[in-house]
């Protein structure tokens, strides 16, 4: 059994269609409050800082999995 990683082709989300991200509003983006806090620009963890959602048809690469083995 080999090494299971992040599938290059849909990023993880097991789709092929980008649409905007509904949680940064497709800036890559979003704005944390930390413990101390203090306002915090970070890389939105939902599009993984692309901006993009992958949805629509299932991806052809790791047949909707978001992994592949290497």
């Given at each position: ?12 989300t ?57």
């Open positions: 059994m080999g090494k299971r990683i992040i599938c290059p082709n849909c990023r993880g097991g789709f092929t269609a980008d649409v905007p991200c509904d949680r940064c509003q497709g800036t890559g983006q979003v704005e944390l409050i930390d413990d101390w806090g203090q306002r915090r620009t970070v890389k939105c963890f939902r599009c993984l800082g692309t901006g993009l959602l992958k949805e629509g048809d299932t991806c052809n690469m790791c047949g909707g999995s978001g992994e592949v083995e290497i």
